[in-house]
């Protein structure tokens, strides 16, 4: 248990968790009201367990707040790149074929379990429990660049720059085909798959209101190739940088599929789009590689603690770095 935190109202009408929220800037609102729904307020002695309720002027509240739980997860001693580091969030860049959550067929070894190992002792509590705060994902074989927090505060900070789209996110893919322009800007819904539900699609009817509204930044780096048949320039791959205004689910994956463009090596959104190349591919560099080849290598957004701008890159992995080389010589 922590020590006791102690406040004289110095304003009456008042509502309890707002003006918790004002005094004591560790804790989110939601987590004071927490705190109060479990009877760990006092005022002037008497449990105040409704944050409703309204401050008395020169009343004396005492909050306790208990040490936080411990994660489900156990923690796993998984070695990490970090890139940042401090009391308050962390940055990694995480490499393929990690899961960042426990999920049905990752219940070990993922993001989760090796920050809870590295972190351990330095993590204050997410809303009461002893984990790191995921506010964005990469999906498992993505690699590349995320932050998580290591308080309430900072949690909270955090999602809401990603709420407001003030994050700076940028990939490097690698696709099948180039696109048509070579940069532009695609706005769709992307919602779960009416035939697949473990797939994300392009809602095409343009006046549905189901999904999410998904945009994504393009720009074409570099083509290899030719594709045979297609127009005068039109490669047949490409290395693409793509920035996020938003982030769901498989976005660029789903986005650049939608434009003729699916990432190379992608399984789910990709499958049988690469055979060309397979045939092209006389040593082990592309007939190898085994995932989508997608790699977050830039992140930036305010520090929400000390207000710092922030800002991190991240070189191709190895196995991006032997793509692009075979890619070059198409």
């Not at 996110?169 to 992307?190: C, D, M, V």
């Not at 127009?231 to 689910?249: D, H, I, N, P, Q």
Request: glycine share 8%; with cysteine; aromatic share 6%.
């Amino acid at each position: 248990m922590t020590a006791p935190i102690t406040l004289i109202a110095e304003q009456k009408g008042l509502r309890l968790d707002r003006w918790l929220a004002d005094e004591i800037e560790e804790y989110s609102r939601s987590r004071l009201k927490a705190l109060i729904e479990d009877e760990n307020l006092t005022c002037n002695g008497e449990v105040m367990a409704n944050p409703a309720h309204k401050t008395i002027l020169g009343a004396e509240y005492v909050l306790n707040v208990p040490d936080p739980v411990a994660a489900d997860p156990t923690p796993e001693d998984i070695p990490l790149d970090v890139v940042f580091e401090d009391e308050h969030l962390i940055v990694v860049n995480k490499p393929n074929a990690m899961a960042v959550h426990p999920a049905a067929g990752n219940w070990s070894g993922t993001l989760v379990h090796a920050l809870l190992h590295h972190c351990a002792g330095s993590l204050s509590g997410i809303g009461g429990v002893e984990r790191p705060g995921i506010v964005h994902r990469l999906d498992k074989d993505t690699s590349g660049l995320l932050v998580a927090a290591k308080d309430d505060k900072t949690h909270n900070g955090l999602a809401e720059q990603f709420a407001e789209h003030s994050v700076k996110r940028a990939y490097i893919a690698f696709t099948r085909s180039s696109p048509e322009p070579r940069a532009g800007r695609i706005k769709t819904r992307i919602a779960r798959s009416d035939t697949d539900r473990k797939k994300m699609a392009v809602v095409n009817d343009p006046h549905s209101l189901s999904g999410k509204l998904a945009i994504t930044n393009y720009s074409t780096l570099a083509t290899y190739g030719r594709e045979g048949g297609a127009m005068l320039g039109r490669g047949l791959a490409a290395k693409v940088e793509c920035r996020l205004e938003t982030g769901r689910t498989h976005q660029i994956r789903v986005h650049m599929a939608h434009i003729g463009c699916p990432l190379l090596g992608d399984p789910t959104y990709g499958r049988g789009r690469s055979q060309k190349l397979k045939e092209l591919d006389d040593g082990r560099a592309f007939k190898d590689f085994r995932r989508q080849a997608l790699h977050a290598y830039e992140l930036g957004f305010r520090h929400p603690v000390t207000g710092e701008a922030l800002h991190f890159t991240s070189d191709l992995p190895k196995d991006m770095q032997r793509l692009e080389k075979f890619l070059a010589t198409l």
